[in-house]
């Protein structure tokens, strides 16, 4: 099975623009599949914020965004919000990263 | 769309768990259905995923030949039979959507996980 690996923890203060990493292979990523993204807010069950590279579902804010290159994605999150607080994962054919801890400073 | 999951609780090693899902507001027999696992304060790891048409199945390395899934698409329920239980099984187990009705693997909507602990 492929593994994606991301940065384990990322900061940003209010209104600031973060970006988290997701590097995969050429057997997952680099293959072409697509890339999406969930936030995992404290408690509560991931969400799916982006979808097929850079798509966002019903309801999610544009601050939200995403891109693909080769072997590797990023989800760049603009504007940071205390509300953005949380774990944040990286899947591409059924794996997902490790996720990365968003803290909000 | 709703998702609960039950089934879920305390069980030996060795031993067998029944995990439920019950759908509602969404066509259920239109999309592909998943388990998706999380040990507490881990990170996620799919589990287990059936087509709408239960053509489909697919298990991570981890729990082929140890679990089941399965659907009754009349009950609009999702099933997972987890037999031969071990400790590192213990987790937050998700009922969770596909977008899709197969083969594409976009977790859209995700029950609230149900707490399963393999313990002696």
Redesign the interface.
Known sequence: QSVLMQPPSVSGAPGQRVTISCTGSNSDIGAGYAVHWYQQLAGTAPKLLIYINNNRPSGVPDRFSASKSGTSANLVISGLQAEDEADYYCQSIGVFGGGTKLTVL | VHLVESGGGLVQPGGSLRLSCAASGFIFDDYAMHW?RQVAGK????VS?ISWNNENI?Y??SVKGRFTISRDNAKNSLYLQMDSLRPEDTAFY?CVKD?YGSGV?????????ILVTVAS
């Not at chain 2, 693997?105 to 996980?113: K, L, V």
């Open positions: 998706v990170g996620l790891e799919w995923g697919a991570a390395d998700y977008a693997e976009i977790f859209d909507n995700w029950g609230q996980g």
